[in-house]
């Protein structure tokens, strides 16, 4: 699967373990507006949870990351910029 439009930015974390390279951890960082409407022009609320998880999910296979909702949902949140235009 490719990304067509707006892609988020991963960061991936890895170790060699047992002689072979391992992920222990990753970031994403993205606009949620961007990865859900493809724009910066509306926002987002909680009843948008479910669809910018499967987003991010989507996202990271795309990058060959296997990654379920429940890894998202148990995910940190690093960062949130509140900002609307």
């Known amino acids: 699967m490719l990304l067509h439009g707006y892609a988020p930015k991963l960061t991936i974390y ?6 072979s390279w391992v992920v222990n ?3 994403v960082e993205c606009s949620l507006r961007k990865l859900l409407h493809n724009t910066s022009y509306f926002g987002n609320d909680e009843s948008d949870v ?7 999910v989507e996202a990271l ?3 060959g990351l296997d990654c379920t909702a429940s890894d998202i949902e148990k995910g940190n949140v690093l960062i949130i910029a509140y900002c609307f235009k």
């Not at 890895?14 to 002689?19: A, L, R, S, V």
């Not at 479910?50 to 991010?56: G, V």
Request: net charge positive; no cysteine; aromatic share 16%.
């Open 14 to 19: 890895e170790n060699i373990y047992k002689g």
């Open 25 to 27: 951890k990753f970031e």
């Open 50 to 56: 479910d669809a910018i998880i499967k987003k991010i």
């Open 61 to 63: 296979a795309a990058y």
